[in-house]
């Protein structure tokens, strides 16, 4: 076994025992790679929390993304994805890969290259294409980390509007208020309305101050633009 660790790729070889590592049901064979990334694993019916569970014990950095709603009166934990969590593979899983598919909960790694694969098994690509079988191994979610940092940062939202808590998603149309950015340092906006769950929409208005013929000032509405902000950089005043 090689570790790429430049390419971030594993590669499998032989085991000791001269037999081949078992992938979801096929064989991995001599030179094949593997990207380190996060993969989408589909459980078995409402196991969600089982998968989770067991592929933690064994190691493995697992995510199982879970909301909190109110039913009847209760709090309590949903899946958010029913069917489906998330999990890590970096290069030091690589000797546990096998194991993956046994674990007690999990139904099968979630591919993104199924029409690939079918076409492989049906004979319908090329020389080149039908030798080339690591093109036929699972790979991660496309851009994994960003996917999850967006999924982690929904569900804390839900959360807190779920356990009642305060903050920038508790403000409401007409709420004054400031965006933590520079550039819109020491501006003040009015809310308009919430934005899916991490963003929301304010209204800012450019003020002209304007000296009256009496010698008093008066402010007149130079301009006036919405746009959409995330709601955690912005601030209730007044």
């Known amino acids: 076994m090689t570790l790429g660790r430049g390419s971030l790729n594993m590669t499998v070889t032989q085991s000791n025992s001269g037999h081949l590592e078992q992938n979801q049901g096929e064989y991995m064979q001599e030179g094949m790679t593997l990207q380190e990334g996060w993969y989408l694993l589909k459980t078995k019916s ?45 290069l030091h899983d ?16 979630v591919y993104f290259n199924r029409v690939t694969r079918q ?58 208020v400031i965006v933590d950015h520079p550039l819109y340092k020491n501006l003040e906006m009015t809310f308009m309305y919430d934005v899916g769950c991490d963003r929301g929409a304010i209204l800012i208005q450019h003020i002209k101050q304007q000296r009256c013929a009496d010698g008093s000032m008066t402010n007149q509405i130079v301009s006036r633009q919405e746009v959409t902000v995330r709601k955690k950089d912005l601030q209730k005043v007044g």
Do not use: C
């Open 46 to 90: 409402k196991q969600e929390a089982v998968a989770f569970d067991n592929l933690e014990a064994q190691g493995f950095d697992a995510y199982n993304p879970e909301i909190k709603v109110r039913k009847k009166g209760l709090l309590k934990e949903e899946a958010l994805f029913p069917g489906y969590i998330f999990l890590y593979l970096d």
């Open 94 to 109: 690589l000797t546990r890969y096998h194991k993956i598919r046994s674990t007690r909960g999990v139904s099968e790694m």
């Open 119 to 176: 076409l492989h098994r049906d004979g319908r690509l090329s020389k080149a294409e039908m030798q080339n079988d690591a093109a036929l191994l699972p790979r991660p979610v496309p851009n994994g980390e960003h996917v999850i940092e967006t999924i982690k940062s929904i569900v804390a939202l839900v959360n807190d509007e779920a356990e009642g808590k305060s903050g920038s998603s508790g403000l409401k149309k007409g709420d004054k």
